[in-house]
């Protein structure tokens, strides 16, 4: 599902035009072409159809179609990362994609990628079979199998049994084992900060003071040590870790001091907490065992009597993140924020921009927003952009609207005969 041109120039560092391989067809006979390129960015920019991968082109004004296989796309300033987040955008086929409609076509799509989706059953299975229509080398896998199988014992159990190949997400109390066994163990700190979303507009939580003591509070090291056997590392309070561009290096993280924690609830003139923390259940490597973990560490500060963890189905669990509103968000939720493929900090940190439309808890900050636009309409790697994403970064500390956790580890297990199995620095296996 992934498109990617030929080639790209600029002019103006907010015009971009993209060539197109000529003479590529989807499946369905419908021309690669430009009209397929501006259909497809056109609806996941629309509002209306609440794509999720919106945010990754919020800042794209038009596409533009100049000819048959070129587009012209203009963004609201110079975005020197647009053709890396491009690659995260899907490429369809748009007479197919219009007349099913999103829900019927994302059931069986048709695209350019190296695989095509054979059958696909909700929450059970999904198979993939190589696409003949690929802009891609054909892949060497003939079928790839992905079963959902949530229970960490039953995915341990059907790769020892030989029945699967690879599994992710391995518990870490089986590493050992698997070792021993002879497995091949891959294991990443993924571009991803598991964290707590804390602001509330009104509540013990909208204060800051309250939100910096729960930050205080955490002892992000236990985490690693006890809960993720030795793997991840601690989030320098930023929401990348400092391999990826936009990390500030001046920041960093709320170390555990119960001591200051309970100096400044009793500051903020708080007590008798009760608090709920919503949680996923295998979606983040030990997530439950995570957020027990916090929940006994806040239960320390004198002023929290109770923290009570709710565990979520995961499609319940995308309904609080997705529709806010519909279904209430708890004190604290949860989250997974990954900066894969784009392997930078603006993707995510915008999503703490004043009014943003996904994953927006009503946190607001101008000045915040003001240092993220200018970091992200300068050039990768100048000392001009880490210094502006420095000031949102500071920024985002100081208000403590996230409790942040650690850069979560991505823990892979497959058989020693499985060839070319490894994981990339997106916590992906190729």
């Known amino acids: 599902l992934i498109w990617k041109p030929v080639f790209w120039k600029t002019g103006k560092p907010e015009n971009w035009i993209f060539d197109i391989v000529q003479g590529k067809k989807f499946p369905n006979g419908e021309s690669v072409d430009a009209k397929a390129v501006k259909a497809s960015i056109d609806w996941v920019s629309d509002p209306s159809n609440k794509a999720g991968l919106r945010a990754k082109i919020s800042d794209i004004k038009s596409v533009e179609v100049i000819s048959d296989y070129k587009v012209r796309i203009i963004t609201s300033a110079p975005r020197d990362l647009l053709p890396r987040v491009l690659g995260t955008i899907p490429i369809v086929p748009p007479v197919a994609f219009k007349n099913q409609g999103a829900t019927t076509f994302w059931k069986a799509p048709i695209a350019t990628g190296p695989f095509v989706v054979t059958k696909f059953t909700p929450n059970v299975e999904l198979v993939l079979e190589p696409n003949p229509f690929t802009l891609r080398v054909r892949p060497a896998a003939e079928k790839i199998i ?116 309970n100096k400044l609830m009793k500051a903020a003139g708080v007590s008798k907490l009760n608090l709920t923390f919503q949680s996923s259940s295998a979606y983040i490597t030990n997530d439950v065992l995570m957020a027990q973990a916090i929940a006994q560490m806040l239960e320390k500060l004198d002023a929290v009597d109770k923290v009570n963890v709710q565990v979520l189905e995961f499609s319940k669990f995308l309904d609080v993140y997705y529709l806010r509103g519909a279904i209430p968000i708890a004190d604290l939720f949860a989250w997974r924020m990954s900066s894969s493929p784009d392997l930078d900090a603006g993707v995510q940190m915008a999503r703490y921009t004043s009014g943003y439309s996904t994953h927006n808890t009503g946190y607001s900050n101008a000045a915040y927003d003001k240092y993220l636009a200018d970091a992200l309409s300068m050039k990768v790697g100048s000392a001009e952009r880490t210094a502006a994403f420095c000031g949102a970064s500071k920024a985002l500390k100081a208000d403590a609207p996230i409790l942040w956790g650690i850069h979560t580890p991505d823990v892979w297990a497959g058989k020693k005969s499985t060839k070319n199995f490894f994981v990339d620095a997106g916590g992906n296996i190729d």
């Open 146 to 261: 992905f079963k959902v199988i949530p229970e960490d014992a039953s995915r341990m159990a059907g790769l020892r049994s030989g029945g699967l190949d690879v599994v992710n997400k391995v518990p870490t109390d089986d590493l050992a084992p698997l070792k021993s066994a002879n497995f091949d163990i891959k294991a990443i700190v993924e571009p991803a900060t598991y964290i707590m979303d804390l602001f509330a507009k009104t509540g013990p939580l909208s204060d800051k003071r309250v939100r910096r003591a729960l930050n205080f509070a955490v002892d992000k090291q236990a985490l690693i040590t006890s809960i993720n056997g030795g793997y991840g590392s601690i989030s320098q309070a930023q929401l990348v870790p400092s391999n990826l561009t936009g990390f500030c290096p001046d920041v960093k993280a709320f170390p555990y001091n119960l001591k200051k924690a």
